[in-house]
C-alpha cells in the first residue's frame, strides 16, 4: 500500500494498475487538450475532520461538442 494524499492509506490505484493500464492524470494547472474519444474518470473526494470521507467516481468520454457520461449509476444521495 501506498499512503493516500494526507488521509491514511490508500491502495485502490494500485489494484486498478493491475487490471488497466495506469494513465497520467490531468489536474487543474494542466494545459493539454482534451481530445475527443478520450476517456477519463472525474473522482471528487469530500472528508469530514479525518473521520469519514468518500468519493464519487464518474466515468466521461469526450466528445466534438462537449462530454458523454458513461457512468450508469443514479447520483441520487445515499443513505447509509
Known sequence: MRKGSDKGEDFS????AWIFTNHPTYPPWDQRPLVEGMVLAVEP???RDGIVGGRIEDMIRVTADGAEP???FSLETLII
Not at 13 to 16: E, K
Open 13 to 16: 490505484a494500485t489494484i486498478w
Open 45 to 47: 473526494r469530500a472528508y
Open 70 to 72: 458513461l457512468t450508469k
